[in-house]
């Protein structure tokens, strides 16, 4: 070797955020990338109404969710399916669908969903992309979990983040995202969340 080696500028972060559907029940309530990138990907507050997001692209590797243990007698029913309406240039994966049930107050109903590799589900998004990405059925109180993938991106221009209400200057925030049926999911409560 001649000179200095080579090496990672950009890491690659995995991580993974806990949240609560919250206010309303999901019944088939798709979930679009900008709303996954608002809700995942951190963005500090650049003053009290303005952002900017501290990637520019993120990648689900895996979805966890979780129904609360229903009341002795009754039924929980929940899904996760990738949207078979997101293509990419004429592309598009399988459209996978998972689900389950409880009528156990001692078992919570449990699914999860792995992108297939190849796929427009496995690829990289930017926060501000526009497909469909998930398809979401569950009461109340759930719990999904997201493991992803997202570049600390410290090179050229950031993309803003959403406007904000009373934020706090400096402050790193991940997105409460509402849903068009009145659902909200909100992040993990150690987590900073702000409506956005």
Known sequence: MLGPPQFRIQPVLRRTLQCQVTTANCLNQVIVVSQLGKLLVSFMALTATTSGFTANQFRI?????WSPPPVQGSLTMISLKYADTNSVSGMTGPS???????MEPDRPAHCWLIPPK?????FFYTVTGTPNYLVLTCP???VISFDYEQYLDNSGTLNAG???VGAVAGTIYNAQVTLTGGALIV?????????A
């Open 96 to 102: 996978e669908f998972q689900g389950d049930s409880s």
């Open 162 to 164: 959403p406007t904000l």
């Open 118 to 122: 190849g796929t427009p589900f496995s």
């Open 140 to 142: 109340i109180g759930s």
């Open 61 to 65: 590797r895996r979805i966890h969710l």
């Open 187 to 195: 992040p993990h409560t150690s987590v900073n969340s702000i409506s």
